[in-house]
T-cell receptor
Framework: DAGITQSPRHKVTETGTPVTLRCHQT?????MYWYRQDPGHGLRLIHY???????DKGEVSDGYSVSRSKTEDFLLTLESATSSQTSVYFC????????????FGPGTRLTVT | DAKTTQPPSMDCAEGRAANLPCNHS???????VYWYRQIHSQGPQYIIH???NNETNEMASLIITEDRKSSTLILPHATLRDTAVYYC??????????FGDGTTLTVKP
């Protein structure tokens, strides 16, 4: 299995509080991604990174920010959590190039009350 | 990235081949077709990918039509452990990719 860990694995927080989720990889892959998955639905891309300090928005980026100061770490921050951000968050990695698959982490279940 | 269309659900008898279709009629010439699956609430797992030729690995086979507008994932001998949601996506490079709602495959004894 690809070396991807996510922390925390579960978190309950209150509306309006800041939350940071961490994705850590040991594969030295260039690309890292954050997705969210709501019940009964597929994954939606929030942000992704194509290198240290290089990031871009996905399809559901509002209310989220990211940072990548090291190759191995990609942080997702909810500046002021809302109940609509209750979801399961998955991190993924992939190598650079035109035909590389993504490997996914185990997910973080976030509940905003 | 091109969008894909998959049936919401399919059933398959244990030991039989499972054939999961995917339509990607707006795929561009340099986009690859990827298949992933997600068991329960685990992170999605990569299965296979291809550009225009048929591909086979230890998990599955991927058949891409000549015009590349559709593909089929084949699980040759489905087991109960293959019950999962299967996602077909198309993408090029390491950038954005869109996962639809996928196909829920239920393998029955």
């Amino acid at each position: 299995d690809a070396g991807i860990t996510q922390s925390p694995r579960h978190k309950v927080t209150e509306t309006g509080t800041p939350v940071t989720l961490r994705c850590h990889q040991t594969e030295n892959h260039r690309y890292m991604y954050w997705y969210r998955q709501d019940p009964g639905h597929g994954l939606r891309l929030i942000h992704y990174s194509y290198g240290v300090k290089d990031t871009d928005k996905g399809e559901v980026s509002d209310g989220y920010s990211v940072s990548r100061s090291k190759t191995e770490d990609f942080l997702l921050t909810l500046e002021s959590a809302t109940s609509s951000q209750t979801s399961v968050y998955f991190c993924a990695i992939s190598e650079a190039g035109i035909s590389y698959e993504q490997y996914f982490g185990p997910g973080t279940r976030l509940t905003v009350t | 990235d091109a969008k894909t269309t998959q049936p919401p659900s399919m059933d398959c008898a244990e030991g039989r081949a499972a054939n999961l279709p995917c339509n990607h009629s707006t795929i561009s010439g340099n986009e690859y077709v990827y298949w992933y699956r997600q068991i329960h609430s685990q992170g999605p797992q990569y299965i296979i990918h291809g550009l225009k030729n048929n591909e086979t690995n230890e998990m599955a086979s991927l058949i891409i039509t000549e015009d590349r507008k559709s593909s089929t994932l084949i699980l040759p001998h489905a087991t109960l452990r293959d019950t999962a949601v299967y996602y077909c996506i198309v993408r090029v490079g390491g950038g954005k990719s869109t996962f639809g709602d996928g196909t829920t495959l239920t393998v029955k004894p």
